[in-house]
């Protein structure tokens, strides 16, 4: 027997309808705080850098990702002038290093004097002890002096007469180097290359920016007064900032994009040498970075994408054949991302 139909009453409402859940896209990370300070980064930087946003947004992605940069490019393009506008820009300890043939390991981590008032050796920290080095021109010291960089880079620590020495955070290693100078010059080593999270072709400015740059110094009858730039942030800030950066959120997906990415470059036939995990991680931790300058919480493969060139230029290496041919890392980079099917 069926039930009967009863019409709701007073004494028999009618159940409640379900709530909907109310479905909400606004990031779950505020990221005000974050992009109101990269933006006044740029303002300031702005104020004497004419142009070469592409490169101060990837300056700003390694520094958020606690990462290294190489700049590399002709003289004459603002390499060195960017590198000190950023560190102005940080109310943190800044040291430049000129590399010359000359100099010694000693010369940039520092050195034990012998202090005769207490009969014993005194360690004397080198100008690698600071928050932000730039070191100009780094393909001009030899490898021994190169490789007294591999150390600090990696782990953030110095060692000296048996005692380890670490580094306060941050710690941002700026390089510059000239790509068509051979006079004087050393090839980096591959293990130094490794240990740059990106490394940045610093290119020549339209005529219209050019043409902005020449009005700027003839109304300023020349020189540049690095005092308009204001520091920004402190070691603090930029310590909160990254931990942001270090919950962003990211789907399984995306991971395997970076992995396959970073593996065809293993078995890529112009290619005799392949990235490390080491590209991965900085793939994944870049990526992270840029997705928080740009306002969201969660990384996409267009953001991998735009990171890649920067991330492998420097760590993979063509065969004889292929740089006969004129080829050059970043064309393989890009076939390599046509070849691999994009998550979604």
């Known amino acids: 027997m069926e039930p009967e139909n009863t019409l709701p009453t007073p004494e028999n409402p009618a159940p409640a309808a379900p709530e909907t859940a109310e479905v909400s896209f606004a990031p779950r990370t505020n990221f005000a705080r974050l992009t109101a300070r990269t933006e006044a980064i740029r303002q300031e930087i702005g104020k004497i850098i004419v142009g070469q946003q592409d490169l101060l947004e990837l300056l700003l992605t390694a520094l958020l990702a606690d990462g290294h940069v190489l700049l590399e490019g ?13 560190a102005r820009t940080l109310e943190v300890p800044f040291s430049r290093i000129q590399f010359t043939p000359d100099l010694m390991p000693s010369d940039v ?47 953030r620590t110095v060692t000296q007469d048996g005692t380890t020495y670490r580094m306060t955070e941050p710690f941002l290693v700026l390089a510059t180097q000239n790509p068509v100078e051979q006079e004087g010059t ?30 700027g110094h003839h109304v300023g ?23 942001q950066v270090r919950e962003q959120r990211v789907e399984v997906n995306i991971l395997e994009y970076i992995a396959k990415i970073v593996g065809q470059t293993r078995a890529h036939k112009a290619l005799y040498l392949g990235a490390s995990p080491r590209a991965s991680l900085a793939l994944l931790n870049g990526a992270k970075a840029l997705a928080a300058l740009r306002g969201r919480d969660f990384v996409t493969p267009e953001d991998v994408q735009f990171l890649a060139p920067s991330v492998l ?15 050059t890392p970043d064309e393989v980079v890009k076939q390599i991302i046509q070849t691999i099917e994009v998550p979604r």
């Open 74 to 86: 002709v003289p004459g393009v603002a390499k060195t002038l960017m590198a000190k506008l950023l």
């Open 109 to 155: 981590l520092g050195t034990s004097v012998f202090q005769q008032s207490k009969s014993d050796f005194e360690f004397r920290p080198g100008p690698i002890f600071a928050s932000v080095v730039l070191i100009d021109e780094i393909n001009r010291a030899p490898a021994k002096t190169q490789a007294a960089l591999f150390e600090v880079m990696e782990e």
């Open 186 to 215: 050393y090839r980096l080593p591959e293990a130094q290359l490794d240990r740059f999270l990106f490394k940045l072709h610093v290119g020549y400015p339209t005529t219209a920016e050019e043409v902005q740059i020449l009005q």
């Open 221 to 243: 009858f020349g020189g540049t007064d690095l005092n308009v730039v204001q520091p920004i942030l402190s070691a603090a800030d930029l310590q909160a900032l990254r931990q």
């Open 313 to 327: 230029r420097h760590r993979i290496m063509l065969t004889p054949e292929r740089e006969m041919e004129g080829g």
